[in-house]
């Protein structure tokens, strides 16, 4: 379980967020969704190490992390697939895949073959450049990537954005996939609100910084939650 406590965050002078609270359980999908610029990337990249918060706590299963940075993070368990996806254009598949080896220790150096049950289509364009790929095969390149550091927590930031229908089809069975596994917690960050409404087991809105409403599915109104997320 990863535990948020109260995160505040800043770049420079101005604050982002305002006391962030949320949890994500093993075995199920946590949606964290706002509109543009409310802070949600933030949200990510503080608990993956990426950027220091100013104030609160990370826990996961009940053990703080401190503040780490992302080396730390991904070897605490905590991989984070950003936005815009970053993988490595002039590296071949086989590579971007094995930069995900950074953080584990040298026994585990290797890709499992669940990740090509998850992604075929990663086998079949193993010796290709992560650049020639299109979006939708990069989206899947930078799961699998984060996937090779056999996370208990996997951040995925906004993974349908300039995605083509039938492969965020596949990309939500994979994360229901991976749910189902039981034993990863997926934080979503998505504003594809269908998307996110069908697959997610609980909901967090953020507004400036701020948790506008929170609740589990089945509790929660899809109305009451679209009119938080809507502009
Ligand atoms: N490195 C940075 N330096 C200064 N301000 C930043 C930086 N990164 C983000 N911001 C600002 O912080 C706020 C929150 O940005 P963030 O990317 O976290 O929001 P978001 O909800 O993920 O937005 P989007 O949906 O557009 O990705 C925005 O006002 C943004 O301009």
Known sequence: M????????????????????LGAEAGKVTAVTGTNGVGKTSLLKAIAGRHPYSGGSITLDGRPLGHLNAFQAARAGIAYV?????????????ENLETGFACLDRAEHGVPEH??????????????????????????????????TRPRVLLLDE??????????QQIGRVIAQLRDGGEMAVVLVEQ???????LA??????????????????EIGR????AKVSI
């Not at 990863?2 to 967020?17: A, D």
């Not at 950003?82 to 086989?94: A, D, H, K, S």
């Not at 992604?119 to 799961?143: E, T, V, W, Y």
């Not at 594809?192 to 069908?198: A, K, L, S």
């Open 201 to 218: 087991d609980s909901f967090v809105a953020v507004t400036r910084g701020e948790v506008a409403l929170s609740g589990r599915a089945g």
């Open 82 to 94: 950003p936005q815009g996806r970053e993988i490595f254009p002039l590296m071949t598949v086989q």
């Open 192 to 198: 594809y609100f269908d998307f996110m409404w069908d």
């Open 2 to 21: 990863l535990s948020v406590e109260n995160l505040t965050l800043h770049y420079g002078q101005s604050q982002i967020l305002h006391g962030i609270s």
């Open 115 to 148: 990740i090509f049950e998850l992604f075929p289509i990663l086998k079949d364009f193993l010796n290709r450049r992560g650049g020639d790929l299109s979006g939708g095969q990069q989206q899947q390149l930078a799961i699998a990537r984060a996937l090779i």
């Open 159 to 168: 993974p349908t954005e300039g995605i083509q229908p039938n492969i965020i």
């Open 223 to 226: 109305d009451e939650l679209l």
